[in-house]
T-cell receptor
Framework: SQTIHQWPATLVQPVGSPLSLECTVE??????LYWYRQAAGRGLQLLFY??????ISSEVPQNLSASRPQDRQFILSSKKLLLSDSGFYLC???????????FGEGSRLTVL | DAKTTQPPSMDCAEGRAANLPCNHS???????VYWYRQIHSQGPQYIIH???NNETNEMASLIITEDRKSSTLILPHATLRDTAVYYC?????????????FGQGTILTVHP
């Protein structure tokens, strides 16, 4: 069966520090991968998606970047965090049915 | 993508059916209706989706009106664990990736 893992689960970082969140999927090949963010009291916002290795599409301009170095690995990064980057970050994958997304456990980031 | 409208909150007694409505009056012919739910502090979970026929799976039933301008998600025997935010999403078919636009959803509270 397919599984998705993302880490770390929680993170407290100072403003201006770098960020790296990692997500891996097991049990499937060539998945579509996604990073979503959920700010406090708000809905989920799609940040990035990837349909293959090295292929990244950004949905909104922001202080973050994404990379896909391997088929089942998706990384969210920032060189310098802002207060507004705080939120709940969710990695997800989809397969042959692109509207069926399977989400990870989430990473809660607090920028102080 | 078509916009959806959901009530902000609903209550349901445990063991009773929960009927969650969604309006999508601007839906176009190739757009599917998806339902997800998000339990507090977890990633969203796919429930069901449909185009124009009613659908049923082990979690829920989806009833789509004949004109497709609205739909209802039915949880036949709600339990306390069904307390969550339920999202109704409209998404065009035929795209290779699963961009989903999440709104505010309906907070369903199941009472003992």
């Amino acid at each position: 069966s397919q599984t998705i893992h993302q880490w770390p689960a929680t993170l407290v970082q100072p403003v201006g520090s770098p960020l790296s969140l990692e997500c891996t999927v097991e049990g499937t090949s060539n998945p579509n991968l996604y990073w979503y963010r959920q700010a406090a009291g708000r809905g989920l916002q799609l940040l990035f998606y990837s349909v293959g290795i090295g292929q990244i599409s950004s949905e909104v301009p922001q202080n973050l970047s994404a990379s896909r170095p391997q088929d089942r690995q998706f990384i969210l990064s920032s060189k310098k965090l802002l207060l507004s980057d705080s939120g709940f970050y969710l990695c997800a994958w989809s397969g042959s049915s692109p509207g069926e997304l399977f989400f990870g456990e989430g990473s809660r980031l607090t920028v102080l | 993508d078509a916009k959806t409208t959901q009530p902000p909150s609903m209550d349901c007694a445990e063991g009773r059916a929960a009927n969650l409505p969604c309006n999508h009056s601007t839906i176009s012919g190739n757009e599917y209706v998806y339902w997800y739910r998000q339990i507090h502090s977890q990633g969203p979970q796919y429930i069901i989706h449909g185009l124009k026929n009613n659908e049923t799976n082990e979690m829920a039933s989806l009833i789509i009106t004949e004109d497709r301008k609205s739909s209802t998600l039915i949880l036949p025997h709600a339990t306390l664990r069904d307390t969550a935010v339920y999202y109704c999403i409209v998404r065009p078919g035929g795209t290779s990736y699963g961009k989903l636009t999440f709104g505010q959803g309906t907070i369903l509270t199941v009472h003992p």
